[in-house]
């Protein structure tokens, strides 16, 4: 069983930055593909954004396509989501989620993926 812990959240003015880390208890998480997803106050959680186990691939949303930059760092088995440019529509609990599988279509499904973290609140002021 894969832990993710989640952290980097906090309030922030729109048109600022936050970074969000994820970071795994296991070393396997290099073979893991990462991605983010993010729920707002009586809404569906969504997806945000992904990076593969293999070949490094990622995929965005088209509302933070353009502001959000997901990465990994294998050695330091975290992934990270480095958001500008930040919008109040930006506000929600945002999650870590990790699969052992490497996509062929983009994983837009919780249903796809295997581990949750606990989530991290975004709170963006306008």
């Known amino acids: 069983q894969v832990q993710l812990v989640e952290s980097g959240g906090g309030l922030v003015q729109a048109g600022g930055s936050l970074r969000l880390s994820c970071a795994a208890s296991d070393r396997t998480f290099s073979m893991l593909s990462v991605g983010w997803f993010r729920q707002a106050p009586g809404k569906e959680r969504e997806f945000v954004a992904a990076v593969a186990w293999s070949g490094g691939k990622t995929v965005y949303s088209d509302s933070v396509k353009g502001r959000f930059t997901i990465s990994r760092d294998n050695a330091a088995v975290a992934v990270y989501l480095e958001m500008n440019s930040l919008k109040p529509e930006d506000t929600g609990v945002y999650y870590c989620?990790?699969?052992?599988?490497?996509?062929?279509?983009?994983?837009?499904?919780?249903?796809?993926?295997?581990?949750w973290g606990q989530g991290t609140q975004v709170t963006v002021s306008s």
């Open positions: 989620a990790a699969d052992p599988s490497n996509w062929a279509a983009p994983p837009f499904a919780r249903s796809w993926w295997a581990y």
